[in-house]
T-cell receptor, first 109, second 116 residues
Framework: GQNIDQPTEMTATEGAIVQINCTYQ??????LFWYQQHAGEAPTFLSY??LDGLEEKGRFSSFLSRSKGYSYLLLKELQMKDSASYLC??????????WGAGTKLIIKP | GAGVSQSPSNKVTEKGKDVELRCDPI?????LYWYRQSLGQGLEFLIY????????KSGLPSDRFSAERTGGSVSTLTIQRTQQEDSAVYLC??????????????FGEGSRLTVL
C-alpha cells in the first residue's frame, strides 16, 4: 500500500531552527509537496521537489532523497506565526496526491 | 473570485438528512478536487474533475456520496442520508491544468460538517 509518515507534533522555540521529516512509500513518484495549514484555514503551497537536493525559499527549505524515500522541511528563524500544521504529499505514478496526516508545529516564545 | 470559495463554512445536520456542499474554484482553473480531512488523518481524496473529461470518482467512500461540476466551474458535493462518520472538514481545491503540468493546488477554507 501507499504510505506517508511524518511526526504528529513537534515543539520548537521562537528564533530557532526546526526540521520536519517525511518518509514515503508510493507507487511511483512524480514529486513531493509541502503545504502549510493554519488552524481552521486552507492549506497553502510551500514547496515542490521532484529532483534530489535542497530547494531554498527564504526561511523555508525542502530537501528530497528519492533513493531513500525521504524529505524534510527546514524552517529557520522561527516566528510565532509559523505555528501551523505542515502537510507532506507525494504525487504517485497516476499523478494522484497521497497525503500524510500532517505535523503540528508549536512555537514557544 | 481571487481564491477558491466554499460554502457553507459550517453545517450541522441530523443523521439521515442530505447535505450539499458548494465549491467555486479559481476562474480558469480546469482541475477541481474534493478532499475530506478528519482529525489526525491525512487528506482523503474523494473525487477529481478535469475539464470536460469524466470525473475520477475512485475516492468516494460510498454511493451516498456524489458530486457534480456544472459548466466546468462550480461544483457541488452531495452526501445523502448522512451518518455520524461523515463528520469532517470537506476541502475543495483547484489547479490550472493537469497534475503532470501543474501540481500545485489552491484550497478553499473548507466546509466543516457535523452530523448529530
Amino acid at each position: 500500500g501507499q504510505n506517508i509518515d511524518q511526526p504528529t507534533e513537534m515543539t520548537a522555540t521562537e528564533g530557532a531552527i526546526v526540521q520536519i521529516n517525511c518518509t514515503y512509500q508510493t507507487s511511483g513518484f512524480n514529486g513531493l509537496f509541502w503545504y502549510q495549514q493554519h488552524a481552521g484555514e486552507a492549506p497553502t503551497f510551500l514547496s515542490y521537489n521532484v529532483l534530489d537536493g535542497l530547494e531554498e525559499k527564504g526561511r523555508f527549505s525542502s530537501f528530497l532523497s528519492r533513493s531513500k524515500g525521504y524529505s524534510y522541511l527546514l524552517l529557520k528563524e522561527l516566528q510565532m506565526k509559523d505555528s501551523a500544521s505542515y502537510l507532506c504529499a507525494v504525487m504517485d505514478s497516476n499523478y494522484q496526491l497521497i497525503w500524510g496526516a500532517g505535523t503540528k508545529l508549536i512555537i514557544k516564545p | 473570485g481571487a481564491g477558491v470559495s466554499q460554502s457553507p463554512s459550517n453545517k450541522v445536520t441530523e443523521k439521515g438528512k442530505d447535505v450539499e456542499l458548494r465549491c467555486d474554484p479559481i476562474s480558469g482553473h480546469t482541475a477541481l478536487y474534493w478532499y475530506r480531512q478528519s482529525l489526525g488523518q491525512g487528506l482523503e481524496f474523494l473525487i477529481y474533475f478535469q475539464g470536460n473529461s469524466a470525473p475520477d470518482k475512485s475516492g468516494l467512500p460510498s454511493d451516498r456520496f456524489s458530486a457534480e461540476r456544472t459548466g466546468g466551474s462550480v461544483s457541488t458535493l452531495t452526501i445523502q442520508r448522512t451518518q455520524q462518520e461523515d463528520s469532517a472538514v470537506y476541502l475543495c481545491a483547484s489547479s490550472k491544468g493537469t497534475p503532470d503540468v501543474s501540481g500545485e493546488l489552491f484550497f478553499g477554507e473548507g466546509s466543516r460538517l457535523t452530523v448529530l
